[in-house]
């Protein structure tokens, strides 16, 4: 299996595709503060936002195309609070009227990766996402405290959780702790001790940095490093 992706031309969206599988597979799909929006062959779904990690079933030969949403951008581009898309991931027929939802198939069966990239292209000439995303984003991947960032965007820490809802599905303690946890996934799979990643990614120490693994992958560290470096 192969998997690529590149930006798709639209500020905190990413084209990516994922070529076929010959034999079936099972996959633990990680939460990253986004959601996506999927075509499979035959239909066109959304994975929204994960608070947690969830299991995939890869039939043969399935292939995805895809666009994935950064920074808040997916509820502005497709017309969906996050909070509605939290662990879910309905067809987009279930969203959208069924006529466009049609039209847009049709478009991506003949070419996926052209077609959604032009789609992109031409939903954000309309969509006007919330400012907050990427600046919120921004001040999770640092590591920012909830009462910091709200400090710094004149919000209270009540009015900052209702605010990022929509946006990212939870909060930004959740989107921290989620990024902080693909961050320490990067420091790990280069090689550098689990010590030494929970020291750089900001945990107390490495039993901390095993329980937020294990809290937000279901899996010890070890235990997802492995599984990650035998997944073709």
């Known amino acids: 299996m192969t998997y690529r992706e590149r930006p798709a031309g639209v500020p905190g969206v990413v084209l990516w595709e994922q070529l076929p599988a010959a034999a079936p597979g099972r996959a633990r799909i990680l939460p990253d503060g986004c959601l996506d929006l999927i075509w499979d062959g035959r239909r066109l779904f959304i994975a929204g936002p994960d608070s947690s990690a969830r299991w995939h079933e890869r039939p043969a030969g399935s292939w995805y195309a895809a666009l994935r949403f950064s920074a808040g951008t997916g509820p502005a581009m497709l017309g969906i609070p996050a909070s509605d898309l939290l662990d879910q991931t309905p067809d987009l027929a279930q969203a959208w009227p069924a006529a466009d939802v049609r039209r847009l198939a049709e478009q991506v069966a003949a070419d996926p990766p052209a077609a959604l990239a032009g789609w992109a292209a031409r939903r954000a000439r309309q969509a006007v996402p919330d400012p907050l995303?990427?600046?919120?984003?921004?001040?999770?991947?640092?590591?920012t405290p909830a009462a910091r960032m709200a400090e710094r965007l004149g919000l209270s820490t009540r009015?900052?959780?209702r605010r990022c809802l929509p946006v990212f599905g939870y909060g930004p303690r959740r989107l921290a702790r989620i990024l902080r946890l693909g961050q320490a996934l990067d420091e790990a799979r280069a090689g550098r001790p689990l010590a030494g990643v929970a020291a750089a990614c900001g945990y107390a120490d490495q039993a901390h940095l095993c329980r937020e693994v294990l809290a937000l992958a279901g899996a010890t560290p070890t235990a997802l490093l492995a599984e990650i470096d035998t997944t073709p």
């Open 133 to 143: 995303g990427p600046r919120v984003q921004a001040m999770a991947r640092a590591g």
């Open 159 to 161: 009015q900052l959780h």
